[in-house]
T-cell receptor, first 114, second 111 residues
Protein backbone atom coordinates (compact mmCIF):
# COMPACT_ATOMS: atom_id res chain seq x y z
CA UNK A 1 0.00 0.00 0.00
CA UNK A 2 1.09 3.55 -0.74
CA UNK A 3 2.38 5.44 2.26
CA UNK A 4 -0.43 7.92 2.79
CA UNK A 5 -1.83 8.88 6.17
CA UNK A 6 -4.60 11.28 7.08
CA UNK A 7 -5.26 12.98 10.39
CA UNK A 8 -7.50 13.12 12.19
CA UNK A 9 -9.40 10.04 11.11
CA UNK A 10 -12.61 11.20 12.76
CA UNK A 11 -13.69 14.64 13.85
CA UNK A 12 -16.85 16.23 15.18
CA UNK A 13 -16.95 19.99 15.19
CA UNK A 14 -19.46 22.79 15.54
CA UNK A 15 -20.73 25.08 12.82
CA UNK A 16 -18.55 28.15 12.42
CA UNK A 17 -15.34 26.65 13.77
CA UNK A 18 -12.18 26.30 11.67
CA UNK A 19 -10.99 22.81 10.85
CA UNK A 20 -7.73 21.60 9.32
CA UNK A 21 -7.24 18.14 7.88
CA UNK A 22 -3.78 16.82 7.17
CA UNK A 23 -2.53 14.46 4.49
CA UNK A 24 0.99 13.07 4.76
CA UNK A 25 2.77 10.92 2.17
CA UNK A 26 6.08 9.10 2.20
CA UNK A 27 6.13 8.32 -1.55
CA UNK A 28 7.61 11.64 -2.71
CA UNK A 29 4.81 11.96 -5.27
CA UNK A 30 4.45 15.36 -6.85
CA UNK A 31 0.67 15.54 -7.13
CA UNK A 32 -1.70 15.54 -4.17
CA UNK A 33 -5.49 15.84 -4.14
CA UNK A 34 -8.34 16.39 -1.73
CA UNK A 35 -11.72 14.83 -2.47
CA UNK A 36 -14.98 14.61 -0.62
CA UNK A 37 -17.37 11.69 -0.91
CA UNK A 38 -21.07 12.00 -0.25
CA UNK A 39 -23.96 9.63 -0.93
CA UNK A 40 -25.40 10.23 -4.37
CA UNK A 41 -22.43 12.31 -5.53
CA UNK A 42 -19.47 10.00 -5.58
CA UNK A 43 -15.99 11.43 -5.21
CA UNK A 44 -15.61 15.12 -6.04
CA UNK A 45 -12.36 17.05 -6.30
CA UNK A 46 -11.96 19.95 -3.87
CA UNK A 47 -8.40 21.16 -4.53
CA UNK A 48 -5.21 19.68 -5.81
CA UNK A 49 -1.51 20.45 -5.80
CA UNK A 50 1.05 19.86 -8.53
CA UNK A 51 4.04 20.84 -6.44
CA UNK A 52 5.14 22.71 -3.34
CA UNK A 53 3.17 25.96 -3.12
CA UNK A 54 1.39 25.14 -6.42
CA UNK A 55 -2.31 24.49 -5.98
CA UNK A 56 -5.49 24.73 -8.02
CA UNK A 57 -9.22 24.50 -7.47
CA UNK A 58 -11.41 21.54 -8.16
CA UNK A 59 -15.13 21.40 -8.81
CA UNK A 60 -16.26 21.95 -5.19
CA UNK A 61 -13.67 24.35 -3.79
CA UNK A 62 -15.99 26.96 -2.21
CA UNK A 63 -15.47 27.13 1.55
CA UNK A 64 -12.13 25.29 1.42
CA UNK A 65 -8.52 26.38 1.22
CA UNK A 66 -5.32 24.34 0.95
CA UNK A 67 -1.64 24.72 1.57
CA UNK A 68 1.41 22.73 0.63
CA UNK A 69 4.69 23.91 2.12
CA UNK A 70 6.45 20.54 1.84
CA UNK A 71 6.26 17.75 -0.70
CA UNK A 72 4.95 15.31 1.88
CA UNK A 73 2.17 17.39 3.46
CA UNK A 74 -1.07 18.77 2.00
CA UNK A 75 -3.44 20.58 4.34
CA UNK A 76 -7.14 21.18 3.79
CA UNK A 77 -8.75 23.96 5.82
CA UNK A 78 -12.41 24.71 6.35
CA UNK A 79 -12.29 28.32 7.46
CA UNK A 80 -15.76 28.26 9.02
CA UNK A 81 -17.31 24.82 8.95
CA UNK A 82 -20.92 24.38 7.84
CA UNK A 83 -23.22 21.39 8.10
CA UNK A 84 -23.01 20.92 4.32
CA UNK A 85 -19.33 20.11 4.78
CA UNK A 86 -20.16 16.98 6.76
CA UNK A 87 -18.56 14.33 4.60
CA UNK A 88 -15.79 11.81 4.20
CA UNK A 89 -12.59 13.45 2.97
CA UNK A 90 -9.99 11.51 1.04
CA UNK A 91 -6.49 12.54 0.12
CA UNK A 92 -4.83 11.04 -2.95
CA UNK A 93 -1.41 11.16 -4.59
CA UNK A 94 -0.05 10.55 -8.06
CA UNK A 95 3.22 10.92 -9.87
CA UNK A 96 3.68 12.54 -13.30
CA UNK A 97 5.78 10.49 -15.63
CA UNK A 98 3.59 7.47 -15.04
CA UNK A 99 1.62 7.41 -18.26
CA UNK A 100 -1.83 7.07 -16.79
CA UNK A 101 -1.49 9.21 -13.64
CA UNK A 102 -2.88 6.53 -11.37
CA UNK A 103 -4.03 7.92 -8.04
CA UNK A 104 -3.60 6.28 -4.64
CA UNK A 105 -5.78 7.16 -1.70
CA UNK A 106 -5.37 7.70 2.01
CA UNK A 107 -7.72 6.06 4.54
CA UNK A 108 -10.06 9.04 4.78
CA UNK A 109 -11.28 11.44 7.45
CA UNK A 110 -14.89 11.38 8.61
CA UNK A 111 -15.95 14.91 9.47
CA UNK A 112 -19.22 15.75 11.14
CA UNK A 113 -20.27 19.39 11.51
CA UNK A 114 -23.07 19.86 14.05
CA UNK B 1 -25.51 14.07 -19.41
CA UNK B 2 -23.18 13.24 -16.53
CA UNK B 3 -19.50 13.01 -17.38
CA UNK B 4 -19.18 9.42 -16.21
CA UNK B 5 -22.15 7.10 -15.89
CA UNK B 6 -22.31 3.56 -14.59
CA UNK B 7 -24.82 0.75 -14.47
CA UNK B 8 -27.21 1.25 -11.61
CA UNK B 9 -26.78 -1.35 -8.88
CA UNK B 10 -26.86 -3.27 -6.79
CA UNK B 11 -25.72 -6.44 -8.52
CA UNK B 12 -26.38 -9.56 -6.46
CA UNK B 13 -24.70 -12.62 -7.91
CA UNK B 14 -23.92 -16.14 -6.64
CA UNK B 15 -20.37 -17.29 -6.05
CA UNK B 16 -18.76 -18.49 -9.24
CA UNK B 17 -20.86 -16.30 -11.49
CA UNK B 18 -19.54 -13.99 -14.17
CA UNK B 19 -20.60 -10.37 -13.86
CA UNK B 20 -20.02 -7.38 -16.13
CA UNK B 21 -20.08 -3.69 -15.31
CA UNK B 22 -20.44 -0.98 -17.90
CA UNK B 23 -19.41 2.64 -17.87
CA UNK B 24 -19.91 5.45 -20.39
CA UNK B 25 -18.08 8.76 -20.48
CA UNK B 26 -18.98 11.98 -22.21
CA UNK B 27 -15.66 13.55 -23.14
CA UNK B 28 -14.15 12.06 -26.27
CA UNK B 29 -10.79 13.68 -25.45
CA UNK B 30 -10.30 11.63 -22.26
CA UNK B 31 -7.08 9.66 -22.38
CA UNK B 32 -6.83 7.63 -19.17
CA UNK B 33 -9.25 5.10 -17.77
CA UNK B 34 -9.34 3.08 -14.57
CA UNK B 35 -11.41 0.79 -12.43
CA UNK B 36 -11.24 1.21 -8.66
CA UNK B 37 -12.90 -0.84 -5.98
CA UNK B 38 -14.12 0.57 -2.71
CA UNK B 39 -15.05 -1.51 0.28
CA UNK B 40 -17.60 -0.21 2.74
CA UNK B 41 -16.20 2.71 4.76
CA UNK B 42 -12.76 2.33 3.16
CA UNK B 43 -10.74 4.26 0.63
CA UNK B 44 -10.92 3.56 -3.11
CA UNK B 45 -8.19 1.23 -4.31
CA UNK B 46 -6.93 0.93 -7.86
CA UNK B 47 -8.13 -2.33 -9.36
CA UNK B 48 -6.74 -1.89 -12.83
CA UNK B 49 -5.91 0.67 -15.46
CA UNK B 50 -7.65 0.21 -18.79
CA UNK B 51 -5.56 0.13 -21.94
CA UNK B 52 -6.74 0.69 -25.49
CA UNK B 53 -6.20 -2.94 -26.45
CA UNK B 54 -7.98 -4.23 -23.37
CA UNK B 55 -6.25 -5.96 -20.51
CA UNK B 56 -6.66 -8.83 -18.15
CA UNK B 57 -5.54 -9.41 -14.59
CA UNK B 58 -6.45 -12.84 -13.32
CA UNK B 59 -10.23 -13.05 -13.14
CA UNK B 60 -10.68 -9.42 -14.17
CA UNK B 61 -10.85 -8.16 -17.74
CA UNK B 62 -11.20 -4.53 -18.77
CA UNK B 63 -12.17 -3.30 -22.21
CA UNK B 64 -12.19 0.16 -23.76
CA UNK B 65 -14.23 1.22 -26.77
CA UNK B 66 -13.23 4.75 -27.69
CA UNK B 67 -15.68 5.03 -30.58
CA UNK B 68 -18.62 4.36 -28.29
CA UNK B 69 -16.97 6.02 -25.26
CA UNK B 70 -17.56 2.91 -23.24
CA UNK B 71 -15.55 0.96 -20.67
CA UNK B 72 -16.35 -2.43 -19.24
CA UNK B 73 -15.15 -4.64 -16.41
CA UNK B 74 -15.74 -8.37 -16.44
CA UNK B 75 -15.30 -10.46 -13.31
CA UNK B 76 -15.17 -14.21 -13.77
CA UNK B 77 -15.66 -16.85 -11.09
CA UNK B 78 -16.89 -14.31 -8.53
CA UNK B 79 -15.66 -14.66 -4.96
CA UNK B 80 -17.28 -13.46 -1.76
CA UNK B 81 -14.31 -11.10 -1.40
CA UNK B 82 -15.28 -9.36 -4.65
CA UNK B 83 -18.23 -7.76 -2.86
CA UNK B 84 -17.57 -4.02 -3.05
CA UNK B 85 -18.46 -0.91 -5.00
CA UNK B 86 -16.69 -0.59 -8.34
CA UNK B 87 -15.84 2.89 -9.53
CA UNK B 88 -15.24 3.82 -13.15
CA UNK B 89 -12.70 6.65 -13.43
CA UNK B 90 -11.88 8.72 -16.49
CA UNK B 91 -9.34 11.49 -17.00
CA UNK B 92 -10.75 14.99 -17.30
CA UNK B 93 -10.51 16.11 -20.94
CA UNK B 94 -6.85 16.15 -21.88
CA UNK B 95 -5.74 16.94 -18.34
CA UNK B 96 -3.95 13.84 -17.17
CA UNK B 97 -3.62 15.11 -13.65
CA UNK B 98 -7.35 15.24 -12.91
CA UNK B 99 -9.90 12.50 -13.11
CA UNK B 100 -13.67 12.16 -12.89
CA UNK B 101 -15.19 9.41 -10.78
CA UNK B 102 -18.37 7.62 -11.68
CA UNK B 103 -20.97 7.08 -8.96
CA UNK B 104 -20.06 3.42 -8.60
CA UNK B 105 -21.84 0.10 -8.92
CA UNK B 106 -22.40 -2.06 -5.88
CA UNK B 107 -21.67 -5.77 -6.13
CA UNK B 108 -22.71 -8.38 -3.60
CA UNK B 109 -21.51 -11.93 -4.14
CA UNK B 110 -23.79 -14.36 -2.35
CA UNK B 111 -22.75 -17.79 -1.03
Amino acid sequence: DAGITQSPRHKVTETGTPVTLRCHQTENHRYMYWYRQDPGHGLRLIHYSYGVKDTDKGEVSDGYSVSRSKTEDFLLTLESATSSQTSVYFCAISEPGQVLYEQYFGPGTRLTVT
Amino acid sequence: RKEVEQDPGPFNVPEGATVAFNCTYSNSASQSFFWYRQDCRKEPKLLMSVYSSGNEDGRFTAQLNRASQYISLLIRDSKLSDSATYLCVVSAETSYDKVIFGPGTSLSVIP
